[in-house]
């Protein structure tokens, strides 16, 4: 630092404390000093929690691993948003710039019920995990790699699968929507693969397999709102959506 | 149809979108009858239509069809609200909802419900007295005079301002669930996307407004 850019923020901090799953949580709120505008949310998280533990109190646990806004490990709700209140952004990609001096942020873990909250602010997203696992495998050649262009793969196929396969699985289409509906989600691991010809063989039991996972996982039901799409750190299309439908129609009705 | 794809949570959508259009046909249907009042003749031309409509065995079982389908989508409504409930037992302290989506699209819940209780009250004052309770008497045609209870129903000013504040809530149910059930029915296409949305806010600012035309105009004695 020490360019000249980063001025100092104080804020409020409204945090949800929960000890465990079974616990019920509550709001914690500290004041912060000192914030540069230059530091990532994270960092913010992490200068509190240094705060907390030379106090001797608990540190404040929180989901986070590549800070580049790749893993899709990072969550938090901030301000009634997922993500925060930056578009196409993961949280650890967010920074401080964006609030102002003397902000209240509220932080709250992603709410679902199929996402329970392990402690505070990290919350199960095994769900997601089970619903790709039950999707299963896809059949192809062994051997030597072919050679390349030996499948021939339409080139708006090719960019609408590798759309859909930005897909980092972080949960923000779950915790924005107002039903806790995971359709965009499965509907881009549906799409990566159904519109490749690698995809085919399964094709249609995948997307039957999937949607029951995600039917059994207790997501809410989809009512196209579009606040998945719009918080989405990775743009995933609404599109996604309507080929899952499509697919589970074509499987059905074979 | 598969009782398996019936119970996914993308079959009970499906339902939801197919009903809602079929629910639109019969709006159009509906608007085009009532729209023989602007002939402005007294309401021959209009009791002609409404007397077709009582009178032809094929309207009236069309007729249990599209009760059927209001109650399908009332009912899988409610199913669907409830489950949606259950997959977020606890609420955020905060939300920011008009950050990614709009009001309407949130609030079908309650427009329909709105709808609902609009459309209990209309069934009283037109349906029910259509069908079982008598009109009163025959217009100078020899066809039943519907055209009548609709004079007499839009004297009452709290009744206008209840139907035009109802055609609102239509309007906004429509605005979303028009484009909405073309999405759950898989319909998403570059080009097609757009035009659809397009005709969606056209139909559900036209049709709802001509609706409200009508009492509005009548109350004001514009159509006698």
Redesign the interface.
Known sequence: MGSGHGTELNLTL?VWRQKNTKATGS?ETHQLTGISTDMSFLEMFDVLNEKLISEGKEAIAFDHDCREGICGMCSM?I???PHG?KQGVTTCQLHMRSFKNGDTI?V?PW????FPVIKDLAVDRGAFDRIIASGGYISVNTGNAQDANNILIPKTDADESFGAAACIGCGACVA?C????A?LFVSAKVSQLALLPQGQVERKERV?KM??A??AE??????????CE??CPKGIS??N??????E??GA??K | MSQGFLKSSIGKKFVMGLTGLFLITFLVVHCFINCLIFFNDGGLTFNIGADFMAHNWLIRAGELVLFFGLIVHIIQALLLTLENKKARPVGYAKIDGAANSSWYSRSMGLLGTLLLIFLIIHLVHFWVKSRFTGLPGEDANGNENLYAVMQETFKMAWVVVLYALSMISLSYHLLHGFQSAFQTLGLNHKVYTPIIKKVGIAFSILIPFIFALMPILMFLGVIK
């Open positions: 409204k709001f709700y301000n009634g948003r209140p509220v709250e709410r679902s019920a199929a924005a107002k039903n806790g509906s359709m039957k949607v029951e995600m039917d207790g997501f809410g039901n989809c009512t196209n709102t579009g606040a719009a918080e609404l599109e959506i309507a080929r899952m439908n499509r589970l129609m059905t009705f």
